[in-house]
């Protein structure tokens, strides 16, 4: 599959749309609104973060676009029909089968589109490589460590070459080290695949790091308040990490979130 | 053994001379407790055989009320054309009821998992069926079931099915929330989840069922043999027993018995190897700790 535009080519607002949300709302139950009237427009290359306190709706919103349940109301659109391979999702937990080895659970995405093993191999091991996991690829999920795992959902979502990836918090459960470490990861994988990533944190420090737009949300009722932009271009190292200008995202970006925190409308 | 977690378990320089007692007593714990496992065991058999002869013996019991521990064995030689037809017979119906509950208990299970509604309807009946006691049923099935044979493999199945059926459920509907949203992205079909994931995510709950299901079945055989009571050729263990009994051949008794117990300890063994072999790469119930 053809990558995407590559996110370089053109600024955040101007690139070709992938996805559009419009006046989305979720309920649960009878009357809990998790999500009310949002709107996201999506373009091809955007690494876009939902940064919000726990309860704004951003891991439903990620939920809705996967399609794992539906909105309430509005509408989420393709710009053109998402075929089979074209999305992929990395949760919090590496959610691996644990029966499986390594290569076999990269495999997944393939087996369910109803390819075989050997048909795909090479797919596996470049996506395998590009996590640096290629020698693990007969070990069984419970022989690796936390970050190796994570590692390993990673190249199961990346190995369709997808043209968005969902991440779902995924390195919240893992130390500071092996955080910033998958992040620089993420990235340069990102430059390598150019693929388009939305990606839920409640970290201010990951979601500037990685991200060229950062929706903020608040909660009860989950909303979207504000939307920042990063301009910094890619790639980005950790030369950016120490510098002023990602100092100052930082802070706007946390006075965004203190705004999130405080904007309750209780009822 | 953990790729990236075994640091610290390294000597930190060999022949430093440093002693840690606690880590030498936990070792010598360890050694002992590796032999004691067989020693142990081994001894009390040993023990319970000569109290049982001497007993015997000093007590001045006749033989016909309790014979010794020789007897016994000579016994067991002595009628083993006889005893191990019967065995065959007994393990015919058991490993038959076995395999059958193996095959209902899955299906059922399976069934169950692809509509709550079949569930809802059908799982009553799989727990009247098992909390009834099979003497009470089997009387009825010999009643309107003609074959021997197939009245005996319906009574065991009765008894073993219900773990197979409860622990295969258990597993189906077990299988990881996230994967299941996961396989739910791919667009897995109702098949594939099922193959992919249920089936694999039940394994160790089924095994599990099936190492209580395999002494089940032995037990439901048994005691469909003596209901079924009809003696002669093709006769399992139980009758031997029965039959040993009228006539007071008390040494005869004790050898079926013993090969009986015998069967069940196989069995059990051989479903716990399996069992351990199936899991040993994955499963946390066959993984050995290391610290």
Known sequence: ?267 | MSIDADHGLQPATAGSGLVDAEELARLRRRRAERIGQWVLPALVVILTIIAWDRIVVWGGIPHYILPRPGLVAATLVEDWPLLFESLLVTLQITLGALAIAVLGGVGLAVLFTQSRWIEMSFFPYAVILQVTPIVSIAPLIFIYVDSKIAGLLICAWIVAFFPILSNTTLGLNSADHNLRDLFKVYGATRWQRLRFLQLPSALPYFLGGLRIAGGLSLIGAVVAEYVAGTGGIGSGLAFRILEAGYRLNIPRMFAALLLIALTGIVIFASLSFLSHMLLRKWHESAIKRET
């Not at chain 1, 439903?60 to 996967?66: F, Q």
């Not at chain 1, 090479?122 to 419970?142: H, M």
């Not at chain 1, 009722?221 to 790639?235: N, T």
């Open chain 1, 1 to 267: 599959m053809q990558p995407d535009l590559h996110p370089s080519d053109a600024p955040v607002g101007a690139r070709p749309p992938l996805l559009a949300m419009q006046h989305v709302d979720k309920v649960f139950g009878r009357d809990v609104v998790a999500l009310r009237d949002m709107d996201l427009e999506v373009g091809q290359g955007d690494f876009i973060s939902l940064l919000g306190p726990s309860g704004c709706g951003k891991s439903t919103a990620l939920r809705l676009i996967a399609g794992l349940s539906h909105p309430s109301s509005g509408s989420i659109r393709w710009a053109r029909d998402r075929v089979d391979g074209d999305l992929s999702v990395v949760l919090q937990e590496p959610t691996l089968m644990p029966w499986a080895t390594v290569a076999q659970n990269v495999f997944l995405p393939f087996r369910l589109q109803g390819r075989r093993f050997r048909a795909v191999r090479d797919e596996i091991l470049e996506a395998l490589k590009l996590v640096g996991l290629e020698k693990f690829q007969n070990a069984y999920p419970r022989e690796l460590s936390g970050g190796m795992k994570m590692r390993v959902s990673i190249a199961r979502a990346l190995v369709t070459r997808p043209r968005l990836m969902l991440m779902d918090e995924p390195f919240a459960a893992l130390d500071e080290i092996t955080r910033f470490k998958l992040n620089n990861d993420i990235l340069a994988l990102r430059e390598k695949i150019g693929c388009t990533v939305i990606f839920v944190t409640h970290s201010v420090f990951e979601s500037v790091f990685l991200s060229d737009r950062i929706v903020v949300m608040a909660a009860r009722p989950g909303r979207v308040i504000r939307e920042l932009r990063v301009d910094e271009p890619y790639p980005r190292g950790e030369a950016f990490r120490t510098s002023a200008e990602y100092a100052a995202q930082c802070r706007a970006a946390s006075e965004a979130l203190k705004q999130a925190m405080g904007a309750h409308d209780e009822h």
